[in-house]
């Protein structure tokens, strides 16, 4: 085990691009979610209030993704070699919210959704496995 964290503190810089391309792949993704499950019947359902708020905040998790993607790829070598308390507490806090974000695809998402279905199981594992490789890389660079 300790080898394998060494191994990761030494190539920190590169898991932290990598963490950052794949956060792209998500910002690009979440601009065509809505076609892809297909959410216009359920969104014309709510009401007025619920779907603006519904629309506002997927748009700012979007950009707030965004934003974090070129944070973590512009500064992935300070991060990683000579981090500041400004960058560890980015880190922290990212490794926080990733770190939530892959509980919550085990306890808010039912097993309805995914369960029985090869490709959604597939999805469903790789977005756990993901934000939790996502979540241990931020930690690291928080305490690197």
């Known amino acids: 085990m300790n080898t394998l964290i060494e191994f990761a503190r030494t190539h920190l810089e590169l898991f932290l691009r990598i963490v950052a391309v794949a956060q792209f792949s998500l910002v690009i993704a979440n601009l065509f979610i809505g076609r892809i499950l297909n959410f216009k019947p359920d969104i014309d ?15 700012f998790i979007t950009i707030t993704l965004a934003i974090w993607t070129v944070l973590t790829w512009r500064f992935a070598h300070e991060m990683a070699n000579a981090p500041t ?8 806090a990212m490794a926080g919210f990733w770190g939530i974000r892959c509980a919550a695809q085990w306890l808010h998402y ?8 090869p490709s959604r199981t597939f999805l469903h594992w790789l977005f756990f496995l993901g934000y939790g490789a ?3 890389v931020y930690a690291l660079a928080a305490t690197a």
């Open 110 to 117: 039912s097993p309805v959704h995914w369960r029985g279905i």
């Open 134 to 136: 996502w979540t241990v």
């Open 45 to 59: 359902r709510m009401s007025p209030l619920v779907r603006d708020v519904f629309i506002i905040h997927s748009w």
């Open 85 to 92: 308390e400004l960058s560890r507490w980015l880190c922290w």
